[in-house]
Every structure is written in C-alpha cells, then in structure tokens.
C-alpha cells in the first residue's frame, strides 16, 4: 500500500436527515438484507472449516445462530414493516420491500440447512472427544435420576398452556423456546392442544454426566405425563418465536426520552411475530395451528433439521478443555503505558503529554490503556472534569465504577448515556441512574439521533493553566467486548482536539448550534461531503499524476452516494482497496464501471470492528481512524467522531494493519464482479499463510518483549 500524511479540516455542512442519492437506482448497487446474509455465510464457514479447533467451531454455529436472531428481530421486522405501510418505495438495489423479503426467505433456507448439517458434524466430532450432547433415548439408565431430577427442579416451574374455546392462544415472548404437545382425553376421545414453554430461567444443557449434556426439552418431552395425568400424549414438537424488537422512537412522543425509551421497551415483549422456526418433524396440522394463533403466515416458517437454538452451545465453547480451543492470548501492555516498577501504576498523562498513543485492541489491552486513562482521572485530585459518551459497556463496567467514584469525589462528571443503543437499552437505563445518583450529569442521548460516538474528554489542572486530555475510538467502551473486538484508539493532549471534543460535547449536551469543528469529522454534520471530497481529491490527483489511492476499512459501506463517488474514483483509474467486515453494497470489478475497485473481508478469531480512513493525497498521506460506518444511518441519523492521526509513528502503524490486511490469504474473502464473495486462498496458486489475526498478536508481542 502506498501511504500518506493527513492535511486535516473538516468540510462543514448541515445535516441531511435520510438523504437518498436520487439516481441510486441506476448503479450497481447490492441489496443491504442480502449482503448482510452473505457475511453471515462468511461467519457460517468457521464454523464448517476444520482447520479451526472444534470448540472454536462451536462459538462460531452460536454467533451465526445469534447473528440471524437479530438480523429477523431488527432487519426483517423492519422490511415487514415497510410492506405492512403499503410502501412501495424500493431500495437502491431496485427491490421492492416484498420482493426484498423472497430474496431473504432464498438465501436463508439453505443457510438454515447447511447450518444444521454443520452442528451434525461438529457434534460427532465433540463425542470423539468425551463431550456428549445425548437424546434420553441414549441414557436409558438414567431415566429415574432424571425423572426425579424433572420433578424436583423443573416440573414447579412449568406452566402447560391449553388451547380450547375456553383457553385463547397463549402470548408467546420473543426468542422463546416452546413444545406444542397435542394429547387425547382417553374418556372422549378427544385431541386437545397445549403449549410448554421451555423456561429460560434454567440451563438449556442440563448435565447428565461428565461432560455429557441433555437439552432441558428432551427431559421436559420425556415426562409430559406428568404435566398431563390421565391424558395420552399423541406428539410434541419444539418451535420458536422470533418478533419485531426494534425500538420505534417518535418524535411527539419524545417530551422525556427516558420514559419513551421504557415504554418501548415494554411494547417490544408484543411485537409482530417475524420468523416462526418449527422441528421439520412437525405436522402440518400443527404447523397450521401455530400460524392461525401467532397471525403469521407460511413464509414466516423456517424448518429446522437439528437442533433449534444453537445459542446454547455458547456454554459448550466456553469449556476448559485446550487441546480443542485456540491458544489463549493476554494482550499486552503499550511500551510508553507499561509501568517500569511493578508497584507504582503508570502515569498515562506524563505518557500522553510526551506525544499521542494509539491503541490497538484486543492486542493491546483495554484495561491497562483505556480503563486505566479513566480510573486515573477519577482518582487526581488535579482532574476537574470528565466527560465520556457511553453506547455500549458492560454488565460490571469499571468504567462506570471510575465515573461514580469520580462524581463521588467532587468531579464534574458529564455522561452521555445512549439509551437507543439497542438491546442495551435496558442496561444503560440501569447504569444512567447509578451515575445520577452518584451525582454526575447524565444526558440520555438526543431526540432524533442515536449518540455512536466513542469520545472520552478529561480536564485537568496544570500549573496556571488547564489541558484537555482525550480519548477517541472505533470501539465501545466494554470492558469485556474489548477483548473480542478489533478496535483502535487514540490518546491525545492536542489542543485542537481537546477544542473539538468539547465543542461536541456542549453539543451533545446544551444548546449548542455547533456545525464545524478544526480537526475532527462529525456527522451529521459534514462527514459524508467530507469523505466525498476527499475522494474527489484523490480523482484530481489520478488525472494530474496517476497516483490516486484510497483504502477504506470499514464494517459496512451502504450509503449510495459514498458508493457513486467511489465509482466514479474507478472510473478515473484511482487504485481503491476496501477492507468491510460486514455489509457491502458496492460491486467491484465492474467493466466500465469500478474495475480498479478490490473488495476483501476478514473474518476469524477475532470480530474485526475498527475503522480506518487513508487517502494519498498525492504523498501528503492521511490516516483518520473513529466511529462511523458508510451507511445513511451513520451518516444521517447517528453522532459519530472521526479524527485524524498525525503523528508519523502512529500512521505507520495504520500502514501496517492495512497491509497485512491487504496481504491476507487465510482469514480474507474477496467479493467478485458475480457479487459472489470467495476464499481469497482459493484464488492463489500458492498461499503465504498471512492470517491478520496471528500476525497481529506476533507483532504485539514483539513490540512488548522490545520495549523490556
């Protein structure tokens, strides 16, 4: 890769709520829905592949299990939506929301199937090495202890459901996992339906014997008598529910946004039903009582082969057992943040002061970078004020403990917490009245737009004077997601950074009009024409001297005018390498169209989730690192901070990843003109073995093991 130095400015600009370019239509352009999909295949193949170590494959048939929940629960519900609306508007991909949701049923079934057949084979391979998921059919002795087990610590909590003209159909939450079990009155002969929830209060993998595990529905199956004394048992079958989870904020119903968020809440438990997964054994009688109770209709039924759920088989990934996990890796420790006596904790503000820092997790580790930066500021006494957005963090964040100790100490703690972060909506409301209480200020995040930033201010008292100290990432501030997540960040003291931090804040938390800042991009105020104009700088430069670059690392690249200018960059002959772990809409290695265009995706031990921005710029190189996709969401509706990396040191670092990236043949997937994605070391007549994820642990630990 060829690199360069950041010239810096932000264009400004005002925000442009849903902005749609006109003539997307005309474009090639990948339907989102369907290329999301395609990732998950991608994720899918870690699972299939047996050069990963089997529990390692395990995790990998959850993640795409739990993945596909959310798709149906957030993307499919609101394609639903958009054709329960009467929306005839389509995408720029040129589908409407009905022909969108066909496309999806096509390319799920035969995920759904190759999904089944992948825990199949992982299955017997994990009864090879002693750990045993058993039918009660294979452990015959010891149906009594299980019997006795059911009604001692299952049948209390049971709760059978009957279905008759005096018994409606039962409410079924979302996710939840059920038996539909039809029995016969012996006396009348009559066939009568109820339903079973298998209760998520206790453990789905009840163990049954060293390492040997039984599905909670298979003991519940195997004792329905009990449930129903005197009746004949005909059949039971499991299904599963999937409904609309996302959370739908109005504006007029938004006078207090805390108590919107939680109203919400409680109408998501009775969202549209979206996705009804059945056991493939299952008849069509039940099947058809199923779809009159839930109002869903036949395309909303998914038939699985295997076992429905295969999140459960998170707690089988998690098992001690090395020889079948990947080596276990520590990050390591920043040379410039690691303390030179083992008793006297590091000062990261001398460390920030002597120049910036760039962290790069899970390589390097958050809690003696990061979360070390925020329990200092909380414990010095020359620190004045702390302000930090807060989208995502975990259950037991230290981060937040810092914040509360903080405000408890006299601080000005200023929070904004994103309530609309979802699935954690929950979560922060419950962190958010920890730090009220503990007197710190507390925004819950603004009316209209979801607070994506990752930006973190500290002021401090200096001799007569005061400097802002910052952080600025790609990633969340979890403790626990850090040690998963790819993402970088940066640690400055610049006084234009420390300016424009602030200046984003008063933003996000008084009445500030602000729309331009000196060194960093916001959106939504700018950063789409910022990126745009920068690759038009790079066209400007391919016509006066040939030498236009530009490489994109991103999670997705969706927004149709991003994806038109990087068209007509191509068209230009600019070189473009795009790194996108997730969604991409773009088609590269169009004749005429993007044939300079290369597309790759990494996918493997780790979840790759930072983003870097790189343009030549003619050999004045820019590297910018921050929150935001290249999605309209990101761009339009989301607050997110992009910000430069100037110091020469730390571009060369960026360099690096970018490279090994670009260089990769055993993680990488490359996308084809086809629209097709293919193993990059499929299309090499000899592959180097470069995995992103190994080197970049070498390299880590190289650096540390110098620095000593």
């Known amino acids: ?41 991608r994720v899918l193949h870690e699972a299939i592949d047996e050069r990963n170590p089997l529990l390692e494959r395990a995790r990998f048939l959850a993640i795409f ?6 798709f149906f629960q957030v993307r499919v519900a609101g394609v639903k939506q958009q054709m329960a609306a009467g929306g005839a ?29 992948a825990w199949a084979h992982v299955r017997r391979e994990l009864a090879g090495h002693g750990i045993r998921i058993v039918t009660w059919a294979e452990r015959p002795e010891r149906h009594l202890e299980l019997r006795q087990r059911f009604i001692d610590e299952i049948f209390p909590v049971l709760t059978p459901l009957a279905v008759d003209p005096g018994h409606p159909f039962p409410y079924i939450s979302n996710l939840s996992l059920s038996l539909a079990v039809t029995v016969r009155d012996p006396e009348t002969g009559e066939r009568r339906f109820a339903r079973i929830k298998v209760p998520p209060v206790l453990p789905r993998l009840v163990e049954v014997g060293v390492r040997t595990y039984m599905l909670l529905e298979q003991i519940i199956a195997a004792n329905l008598d ?21 959370l739908s904020i109005e504006e007029d119903e938004a006078d207090d946004l805390l108590l919107a968020i939680q109203e919400e809440l409680r109408r998501r438990r009775f969202g549209e039903v979206v996705r009804l997964e059945v056991e493939r054994s299952m008849p069509a009688e039940t099947r058809g009582l199923l779809e009159r109770g839930l109002q869903c209709s036949p395309e909303d039924v ?51 002061r002597e120049g910036d820092i760039l962290v790069h997790h899970p390589y390097e580790s958050f809690a003696r970078t990061v979360q070390r930066f925020v329990e200092q500021a909380a414990d010095d006494p020359d620190v004045l004020a702390i302000k930090q957005t807060l989208y995502r963090t975990s259950g037991d964040s230290p981060i937040v403990q810092a914040l509360i100790r903080a405000a408890e100490r006299g601080k000005q703690v200023v929070v904004l917490v994103e309530l609309k972060a979802r699935f954690d909506e929950e979560a922060n409301i419950g962190w958010a009245r920890a730090l009220e209480r503990a007197g710190a200020h507390v925004v819950y995040g603004l009316v209209g737009l979801k607070t994506h930033s990752k930006t973190m201010l500290v002021v401090r008292r200096e001799g007569r004077g005061l400097r802002r100290y910052v952080h600025i990432g790609t990633g969340n501030y979890n403790t626990k997601t850090a040690r998963i997540y790819v993402d970088l960040g940066l640690l400055s003291c610049r006084s234009e950074l420390g300016a424009d931090v602030t200046d984003l804040f008063n933003f996000l938390t008084g009445l500030s009009r602000q729309r331009s800042f000196r060194r960093l991009l916001v959106a939504p105020f700018g950063l789409r024409e910022a990126m745009i104009a920068r690759i038009d700088r790079e066209i400007e430069r391919q016509a006066a001297a040939g030498d236009g670059r530009i490489v994109l690392k991103l999670n ?9 200018a990087l068209y007509r960059a191509s068209q230009a002959g600019v070189q473009i390498d795009l790194v996108v772990r997730g969604i991409c809409s773009l088609r590269p290695g169009l004749p005429g169209v993007s044939e300079t265009i290369r597309v790759r995706s990494i996918i493997g031990r780790f979840l790759e989730h930072s983003r870097i921005f790189y343009f030549r710029n003619g050999g004045d190189e820019e590297f910018s690192i921050g929150s935001a996709d290249m999605m309209e969401r990101n761009l339009d509706r989301r607050v997110e901070a992009v910000t430069p990396v100037d110091d020469p040191v730390l571009r060369e670092r960026l360099r690096e990843i970018l490279d090994v990236m670009l260089r990769d043949d055993r993680r990488a997937w490359e996308l084809g003109a086809d629209g097709v994605w293919r193993r ?24 540390a093991q110098g620095a000593e």
């Open 1 to 41: 890769m060829t690199a360069v130095r950041p010239t810096g400015g932000q264009a400004t600009g005002t925000p442009r709520a849903g902005r749609r370019d006109r003539h997307a239509s005309a474009m090639p352009y990948t339907n989102r829905e369907l290329s999301w999909l395609d990732f998950n295949a």
């Open 65 to 70: 299990a739990s993945n596909l929940d959310e």
């Open 89 to 117: 508007q389509r995408t720029p991909d040129g589908l409407s929301p009905a022909e969108t949701l066909r496309a999806i049923r096509a390319k799920v079934l035969p995920l759904v199937a190759r999904h089944s057949e």
């Open 226 to 246: 009990v449930l129903f004394p005197g009746m004949e048992i005909l059949e039971h079958h499991l299904f599963r529910v999937t409904r609309n989870a996302d």
């Open 302 to 352: 998914y038939e699985v082969a295997g076992t429905l759920d295969l999140t459960a088989l998170f707690e089988i990934a998690e098992l001690d057992v090395p020889t079948l996990q990947l080596p276990p890796w520590t990050p390591v420790t920043p040379p410039r943040l690691a303390p030179t006596d083992p008793d006297e904790p590091v000062d990261v503000f001398a460390a920030i």
């Open 556 to 564: 997705a690249i969706v927004d149709p005018a991003i994806v038109r």
């Open 680 to 703: 990059v070391e499929t299309l090499l007549p000899e592959a180097a073995g470069v995995d992103t994820f190994e080197v970049m642990m070498a390299q880590a630990l190289e650096t």
